[in-house]
């Protein structure tokens, strides 16, 4: 057996350094009645605010950053339909080289115009009848291009802990922080910032209730496999955690709790009525599970990472008629 080198917190540093100048230092967001309704004070590290939309812009651009100069010439590849898809597609073309992202042929076409947008190559696939993973490494392999994986990938890994380091860097210790959970690239990275920077710190990681196969993982001790959850948080639908973010999960994350679709949207109403915030549905799996968790709250200074705002328009007003 391979011992995989995890990444460390001076990964996390190394990473903030690469993304200076290129990625957006958000905003962290409070709500005076929040605070009043869980008797906490409330912190938001808006990344719904980052560009193209989601924290995933932190994990792509410090991936590609550490190209060599052959990567470069290559280019990357990725297999995403979401924001993965993006953050690689606008740090490729930041950095001056080709992407090509695989896509099922039944992607959204905004999602498919907005990477196309950013320049990057699309390659459809047909989701039932071919595996894009094959197509993926294929590509790789004839073009010489790079694959990255949208979660388990320590540069990926790291980028995303730059969210948390800020939100530290701006507010100071907290005592609990909650961050969402697909994959586990962002609570990882968010778990190697929160143990450098406020050790005492309660850190949760917050998943669809129809696919808890993070929960199910964090308590059995082995990576967990599970089929694609039908949840409305499509930034969480993974099957499984990493073989890299898993064990940084399983040591420096205090428990996985999880939040139904209902919840969701009503977080989601929340932010947009008294945050002014348009916050995607697993952007908001955070605030959902803080409102569950409440009496562990009282008195104390809690983050709360939003991961992404990017949600089909029509689709929102459609959640917000619920
Ligand atoms: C990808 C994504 C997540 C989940 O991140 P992982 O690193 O896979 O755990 C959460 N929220 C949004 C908006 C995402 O795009």
Same mark, same amino acid.
């Given at each position: 057996?391979?011992? !995989? ?12 350094? %690469? ?5 957006? %230092? ?5 709500? %005076? ?8 004070? &409330? ?28 990567? @470069?010439? #290559?280019? &990357? ?32 076409? $905004? ?11 699309? &390659? ?22 790079? !694959? ?21 860097? =701006? ?10 959970? #697909?994959?586990?690239? $962002? !609570? ?13 710190? @309660?850190?949760?990681?917050? =998943? ?56 969701? &949207? ?18 908001? !799996? #955070? ?34 008629? @619920?």
């Amino acid at each position: 057996m391979t011992t !995989l080198q995890l990444p460390t917190y001076a990964d996390v540093e190394a990473a903030a350094k %690469r993304l200076e100048g290129y990625a957006n %230092r958000t905003p962290v967001n409070t709500s %005076r009645t929040l605070d009043e309704r869980l008797g906490a004070k &409330v912190f938001f590290k808006c990344e719904n605010f980052q560009r193209m939309g989601a924290f995933k812009f932190r994990g792509a651009f410090n991936a590609l950053s550490k190209f060599t100069p052959e990567q @470069r010439k #290559g280019g &990357v590849v990725a297999f995403s339909s979401g924001n993965h898809a993006q953050g690689i597609a606008l740090s490729a073309k930041l950095l001056g080289m080709p992407a090509t992202i695989v896509m099922p042929q039944d992607a959204p076409a $905004l999602k498919v115009a907005a990477t196309k947008g950013y320049g990057a190559t699309v &390659v459809m696939y047909d989701r039932y009848k071919e595996d894009r993973e094959a197509i993926g490494r294929d590509l790789a392999e004839k073009h010489g291009m790079t !694959l990255i994986p949208p979660y388990d990938h320590p540069d990926v890994m790291a980028g995303q802990g730059t969210a948390a380091r800020e939100l530290f860097d =701006e507010v100071g210790p907290l005592d609990v922080l909650l961050a969402p959970l #697909g994959g586990g690239g $962002l !609570l990882s990275g968010t778990a190697l910032a929160t143990r450098a920077l406020a050790p005492q710190c @309660r850190l949760y990681g917050v =998943e669809p209730e129809a696919g808890n196969d993070g929960q199910q993982s964090f308590h059995s001790g082995a990576i967990v496999h599970i089929d694609t959850p039908k949840t409305i948080a499509d930034g969480a639908q993974t099957q499984h955690l990493g073989q890299y973010t898993f064990p940084i999960i399983r040591r420096d994350v205090n428990d996985i709790l999880t939040a139904s679709d209902a919840q969701l &949207v009503e977080a989601m109403r929340f932010f947009a009525e008294r945050m002014k915030m348009i916050v995607e549905p697993t952007g908001a !799996l #955070g605030l959902a599970a803080a409102q569950q968790i409440q009496d562990q709250l009282k008195g104390k200074r809690v983050g709360i990472i939003i991961s992404g705002g990017n949600v089909d328009i029509s689709w929102f007003c459609e959640l917000m008629g @619920r």
